[in-house]
């Protein structure tokens, strides 16, 4: 037992076959087929052709044809980041934009200064499209994409790897009982599963492809491999592994890191070990634990950086300035990351509720998505917690950590049918939960039951039935 946590008491007896059938691996495999199935049964038709935003596709495509850029145009002009070559008179080629995060009249190259550029300067002007979102999705695809090319269907592989994930969160709830860290029962994990993989934004997420959602299924992987890999420090490298490709799938991952910081220094002394760091002497294994983990991580951060130096001249640079989309003004403005965002991400997170009507189609739902509340109901027993778990600080310093940049983020997750950037958290919640020690009443199994219908909803009618979703400015701030 640790020191400040309450002893775990015996786990709930549990459903007799269901317990059985759970302890198998057979039963995983049920499980598997059942998220599934869920998931391709609220794809449908999506399911017959890869979707419009294939970026990840296109990526590695480029990759196996020894390319960092898109050989063409893009299928469409959604986030896609676009560079403009200039050719002028006098010889010199420069590579930027023209006025879309300054004034229209000046060029600002990949480096240096801006300048203004007359047409009459310019001998020829062409572009080059690059995907700016982080990479690592499109490396899984890769071995895939070989095979099929620019035909890989990105909606059924974001289906058949998001199966897997709530398979993956049973196991590490399963792990914290052995460590003593969960009280629960089998029957009480297959719950809070259920309620990630079909009671969360995590549902409609897994049955689009495209770009954006096969992002969070991915990462959604990574963080339980972190989260498994950090409790008492026991991996590092492979919780250096996956945060550092949980950076290179979704950026916020990259700032994952004081749980296994937090576990690391735990092991290596506690308190007294952390007196000891701060008088400049660590604790015996501490150092170890820190660049085993750091390296890995360390190593995916450096591949990252040179991968946008040699697209776009800057190690920092991912490309998003240089999309072309309707909010450049607010960043030209603001720049991506401002306290100026937070009040309309707050909003968007914990409470924008959707339109009720007297009349079809009843309900709409903005196209900034609905509070956590709504989606995510359960959420609620976050703060009725009865044990006090060691977790509990680790756990809520690291949501913190990888909250604040997106809640600091020029856009809000806008086209969504909920709050999708909790998925970045969403994992720890979950185990908070499990290491609360509150029972798992029907009251607490009914929201998990409200969460499945509403999340239900949005992935069957999210992106198909435009009827029920509605646009407006919504934010005080309009579109700036």
């Known amino acids: 037992m640790n020191d400040g946590e309450a002893p775990a008491s015996p786990p709930a007896p549990a459903a007799g076959w269901v317990a059985r059938l759970l302890a198998s691996r057979k039963g995983l495999v049920v499980l598997y087929l059942a998220f599934l199935g869920a998931y391709l049964g609220a794809s449908g038709a999506r399911l017959r052709q890869h979707s419009l935003y294939n970026h990840f596709v296109y990526l590695a495509d480029g990759w196996l ?11 469409n002009e959604n986030d896609w980041a676009k560079v403009d070559v200039l050719k002028l008179h006098d010889g010199r080629e420069l590579r930027g934009m023209f006025g879309r995060t300054g004034p229209i009249d000046r060029f600002y190259p990949l480096r240096g200064p801006s300048e203004e550029i007359t047409p009459d300067e310019i001998a020829s002007r062409t572009s080059i499209r690059y995907v700016s979102f982080p990479p690592f999705p499109a490396v899984v695809m890769a071995p895939f994409v070989a095979v099929w090319g620019l035909r890989f269907n990105d909606v059924l592989f974001t289906a058949l790897w998001a199966a897997a994930n709530p398979v993956l969160l049973f196991l590490l709830l399963r792990h914290l009982r052995r460590k003593g860290l969960s009280a ?62 949980g950076f290179a799938t979704r950026t916020p991952l990259g700032f994952i890191f004081p749980l296994f910081v937090w576990e690391a220094v735990r092991v290596s002394g506690g308190v007294e070990g952390l007196r000891g760091v701060l008088r400049g002497k660590l604790p015996p294994g501490l150092l170890g634990r820190l660049v085993r983990f750091g390296l890995p991580a360390g190593a995916i951060l450096v591949g990252v950086l040179v991968l946008n130096y040699a697209r776009f001249e800057r190690p920092t640079e991912f490309g998003h300035k240089f999309l072309n989309v309707l ?4 960043i030209q403005k603001w720049g991506l990351f401002n306290y100026h965002f937070l009040s309309r991400n707050l909003s968007c997170a914990l409470t924008l509720a959707p339109r009720v009507l007297t009349s079809w189609p009843y309900v709409k739902v903005s196209d900034y998505g609905m509070s956590l509340l709504i989606t995510s109901p359960y959420l609620v027993y976050l703060a009725m917690s009865k044990v006090r778990t060691r977790l509990a600080a680790p756990l809520w310093l690291t949501i913190a950590a990888a909250a604040l940049p997106t809640l600091l983020y020029q ?14 958290f969403m994992i720890f919640f979950i185990v908070l939960l499990a290491a609360g020690g ?5 009251m607490w199994k009914g929201l998990i039951v409200a969460a499945f219908v509403v999340n239900l909803f949005g992935a069957i009618t999210f992106d198909r039935w435009r009827e029920f979703y509605y646009d407006d400015t919504f934010f005080p701030h309009g579109n700036n």
Not at 211 to 229: D, M, R
Not at 411 to 424: E, T
Request: overall charge positive; proline content about 3%; charged content about 15%.
């Open 327 to 330: 909010w450049l003004e607010r």
């Open 411 to 424: 856009n809000s997750g806008y086209i969504q049918f909920g709050y999708r950037f909790s998925l970045d």
């Open 438 to 442: 509150r029972r798992v009443s029907w």
């Open 65 to 75: 044809h020894g390319r960092l850029a898109l050989a063409g145009n893009p299928p």
């Open 184 to 245: 629960r029962s089998d029957v009480d994990d297959l719950w809070l599963t259920a309620a990630f993989g079909v009671g969360s934004v995590y549902y409609y997420c897994s049955v689009l492809g495209q770009v954006w959602y096969t992002a969070h299924v991915v990462a959604t992987t990574l963080v339980i491999g972190y989260l498994w890999a950090s409790l008492d420090a026991a991996r590092p490298v492979l919780a250096g592994l996956c945060c550092g490709f």
